[in-house]
């Protein structure tokens, strides 16, 4: 998933820049930003919505492997329906809980560097604009939608993806 990736790229860029800090806040605990409590906190939240994130992926991909491998050429078995629509199912519960996690992680990363982590020259918030951009091609409330739909009703997500055309018609209420 490329928001698990934005993740590892929030966690990279932010530990690289605070190890690298040589200024701190005068009422900062700490000489240096990559000593003080309050900074070293931030970075670890970040660096668990990150391995959320990585981990929330593999779980993706390893419902993925597992419809791969129920499928046989020319063959549409029960067990094949059934990892598909898992593999979506998956794919749908990730999407709801990333397109949440990595946009955080990003704005975490300013309150750690403050005002300085909006410099041009850096290009940090490259990753939250990244983030929201990729979430907004796979809207949270379709999924989530979905998602609860399954729970409630048994009834398997869509696999039909298109733009622009509803599946059905509107209901005239």
Not at 87 to 92: G, K, M, N, Y
Not at 100 to 122: C, H, K, M, N
Not at 140 to 158: C, E, H, M, S, Y
Request: net charge negative; aromatic share 4%; proline share 5%.
């Amino acid at each position: 998933m490329v928001q698990a990736g934005i993740a590892v790229a929030v966690e990279r860029d932010i530990a690289e820049a605070v190890r690298n800090r040589s200024r701190n806040y005068s009422h900062s605990t700490a000489a240096l930003a990559k000593d003080d409590p309050n900074i070293q906190s931030i970075i670890g939240e970040i660096s668990s919505l990150a391995y959320t994130a990585r981990a929330l992926a593999r779980g993706v991909a390893e419902a993925l492997q597992r419809a791969s491998e129920t499928g046989v050429a020319g063959r549409d078995s029960p067990e094949d329906r059934e990892a598909n629509m898992m593999a979506e199912i998956r794919s749908e519960q990730a999407q709801v809980i990333i397109s949440e996690l990595v946009p955080r992680s990003a704005t975490l990363l300013f309150d750690a560097l403050g005002a300085s982590a909006t410099s041009i020259s850096r290009d940090l918030d490259r990753h939250w604009r990244n983030s929201r951009t990729v979430a907004s091609h796979n809207p949270v409330a379709f999924k989530q939608r979905a998602i609860g739909d399954w729970v409630l009703n048994g009834t398997p997500p869509t696999t039909d993806w298109q733009v622009g055309t509803p599946k059905c018609e509107p209901s005239a209420t």
